[in-house]
Structure formats: C-alpha cells, structure tokens
C-alpha cells in the first residue's frame, strides 16, 4: 500500500500530466476540490497515456504489449505513479476498475480499426474512450440518483468525441485514421480521395453541418446531467460544455475549413469561460477590471 507521501506524489504527477497534455480540461479541473480534482486529474492521466501509447511510432507489437501491461496494472500491486494515482481512485470512490479496462479496449481499437463503416460503428469506439471516462467521472463529482443521470453522462461523452473528431479530422488522417463514418461521406458525395487531399467544397460543408447536429444533439441531452451532480462539481463540465460547444461554433464560424488551421478557444477565451461559471457573483467586475488594466 501506497504511504501518504507515495500518493500525494502520484496525484502531483498525474496533474502535471493534465496540464502539459490539456488545457481545456486543465482549466476545468481546477474548479473542482482538491480531493475531486487529484481524482479527476488520475483519470485524464490513464486515459492520456493509454492514448498516447496507440500514437506513439512504435512497432504495433510493441504497442500491444504496453496496452496489455497498462490493463494488467489495474488488478495488480500498482508500482508506477499513475497506477498508484488510480487505484487509490478506484477505491476512494467504489469505481470498478473494469470501468478503466474498457477505456484501453477503446484505445485498442485505434490499433486495429481505421475506418468506420456507419455511425453506429464509430459509437462503440466514443463510448469506449470518452463515454466510459465520463462514467468514471461521474463517480468522482458525485450525484443524485436519477434514472438518467448514466445516459446524460453518456451522451456527454458522446458529444465531446464527436466534436474531437471534426476539430482534428487533418491529424487523424496524417495518422492513417478517418472516423467521419464512410456511408455518411458517401451519402453527401464526400470522397476519402477529397478527405485526404484535405478539399472543402459544399459535399464537405454539408457533411460537416450534419456531424455537427448530431454532436449538438447529443450537447443538448447531456447538459442535463449538471443539476444532477454534486453542487461542487457542476464548474467543471459546464466550463467543457461551453468550450466544446465553442469549437463548434468556430467551425461553422471559419466555413467548416478545419484544414488550413486547428480550431480552438483561445487560452483567454477558455479563462473567461472558466470566470463566468465559477465566480459568477464576482466574475463580471473581475473581467471588466482585466478588461481595462
């Protein structure tokens, strides 16, 4: 068993894991308590390096046999930071570590699948790696027992994959990867020719459009979840909520062209978001003296 010195540095490693990998979620956390946000922090951090080994360039042999190890690392005596981090997690918080489990089964799916033939195809993959995280999380923010209160985190879950996928289609295909489903590209008229060659024309406007409703649509269910929570937990993902819904925004705003740059909120922007939901008896007179200075 970890000793308290043990944990507290674990905790302290897994927040500066967040912080260098994720600002967004960075920002988000920090609303939260410590004991919550060491917890959520914990989380990201697992999720960050099971991403990470299936993107790394590596033999895919190699890369197998750590997502073996980091599965095998849950049911065993913890020894890495992380490990420590997140089994101390699982237990303050009565989390089943297959939960954590299902999260590397999603990533596993990055090694061997790299198109979606429908969407209901790419749903089990954003179940497993961000819907699930989200379930995990809701076990740490703590909540009421309402019967869809697991269905709103789902969809939360849901939304914000969705919306990862649209803002980083130029990455995932400099990796191999296309997750917008084939039989929607082909239903618009999109070829993956015209994918790959990074085209914007109206097939891919309206494609875009459509990816984003349905992202929305799924926004619209899991926002329900914030009255549902603890009350000291409710910041955090109001503030992803808002700065997800913004990257869908600024696509449309920049003509659905999520070639020519990256979209994203700014640091700035993502602060203000931050000051309007958390300190919202202070946060106006705080920004109209930033404002000024």
Same mark, same amino acid.
Not at 104 to 130: Q, S
């Given at each position: 068993?970890?000793? &308290? ?21 960075? #920002? *988000?956390?920090?609303?939260?308590? &410590? ?13 960050? =390096?099971?991403?990470?080994?299936? $993107? ?30 997140? @089994?101390? @997690? =699982? @237990?303050? #918080? %009565?989390?089943?570590? %297959? ?19 429908? #969407? $209901? ?5 954003? !179940? ?24 709103? *985190? ?12 649209? +803002? ?9 990867? /296309?997750?917008?489903?084939? &039989? ?5 008229? !999109?070829?993956?020719?015209?994918? /790959? ?8 406007? %309206? ?6 409703? +349905?992202?929305?649509? !799924?926004?619209? &269910? ?9 009350? %000291?937990? +409710? ?5 992803? /909520? ?19 740059? +990256? ?9 203000? =978001?931050?000051?309007?939901?958390? =300190? ?14």
């Amino acid at each position: 068993m970890a000793t &308290s010195k043990e944990l507290a540095e674990a905790y302290q490693h897994c927040g500066r894991i967040t912080k260098a990998a994720a600002t967004s979620f960075y #920002y *988000a956390f920090k609303t939260l308590p &410590s004991v919550k946000r060491n917890a959520i922090y914990a989380t990201y951090a697992f999720c960050r =390096i099971s991403d990470d080994i299936a $993107d790394e360039e590596m033999p895919l042999i190699e890369k197998k046999r750590l997502l073996h190890e980091l599965r095998a690392s849950l049911f065993s005596e913890p020894k890495e930071p992380i490990n420590v981090a997140v @089994t101390d @997690t =699982i @237990t303050q #918080y %009565d989390i089943p570590a %297959d939960l954590f489990e299902q999260v590397v089964d999603g990533v596993e799916m990055d090694l061997n699948i790299h198109e979606y033939e429908t #969407y $209901d195809d790419l749903r089990k993959y954003c !179940y497993l790696v961000a819907s699930v995280p989200g379930l995990i999380c809701l076990e740490i923010f703590g909540y009421n027992d309402h019967p869809k209160a697991h269905k709103y *985190a789902v969809d939360l879950g849901y939304a914000m994959q969705l919306t990862n996928i649209l +803002r980083d289609v130029k990455e995932d295909v400099d990796l191999g990867r /296309i997750y917008i489903p084939q &039989s929607e590209m082909q239903r618009f008229g !999109y070829r993956k020719e015209d994918l /790959i060659s990074g085209i914007v024309n109206q097939a891919f406007r %309206d494609l875009m459009n459509f990816q984003i409703e +349905r992202a929305r649509y !799924y926004f619209a &269910s899991g926002v329900n979840l914030l009255p549902l929570l603890d009350q %000291d937990s +409710r910041t955090c993902p109001a503030v992803l /909520i808002e700065v997800y819904s913004g990257i869908l925004d600024r696509i449309e705003k920049y003509d659905y062209d999520i070639f020519s740059r +990256r979209i994203s909120l700014t640091t700035w922007e993502k602060l203000i =978001i931050v000051l309007k939901l958390w =300190i919202p008896n202070i946060g106006p007179q705080l920004l109209g003296w930033l404002r000024l200075s």
